[in-house]
Nanobody, 124 residues
Framework: QVQLVESGGGLVQAGGSLRLSCAASGRTFSSYAMGWFRQAPGKEREFVAVISWNGGSTYYADSVKGRFTISRDNAKNTVYLQMPSLKPEDTAVYYC?????????????????WGQGTQVTVSS
């Protein structure tokens, strides 16, 4: 069992930055790929970024590639999402999730555990 708690969301102006954190409980954190997803009002949850269990591989959605950076610290059981140059279209609830699937899964159905989400609002 893994419990995930996100933090770091908030209200920021366009062009600003936020860093999301996701703290995990359980001693098996390092065995999971960790992903970030987001869901805007009226839209389906969408993939944002994923990092493999050891941090050796990452993958990003086209909409954030080159802007966002995912990282993890297995000693702290924490995964991060650095989000500079934010745009109004980045506004959503952001969720972190843990997957037991090898590699860098990008589909919701491959994720076993989810956090409660943190709101990110980017004003224009």
């Amino acid at each position: 069992q893994v419990q995930l708690v996100e933090s770091g969301g908030g209200l920021v102006q366009a062009g600003g930055s936020l860093r999301l954190s996701c703290a995990a409980s359980g001693r098996t954190f390092s065995s999971y790929a960790m992903g970030w997803f987001r869901q805007a009002p009226g839209k389906e949850r969408e993939f944002v970024a994923v990092i493999s269990w050891n941090g050796g591989s990452t993958y990003y959605a086209d909409s954030v590639k080159g802007r966002f950076t995912i990282s993890r610290d297995n000693a702290k059981n924490t995964v991060y999402l650095q989000m500079p140059s934010l745009k109004p279209e980045d506004t959503a609830v952001y969720y972190c999730a843990a997957s037991g699937v090898a590699g860098t899964p990008i589909e919701v159905r491959y994720y076993d555990y989810w956090g409660q989400g943190t709101q990110v609002t980017v004003s224009s």
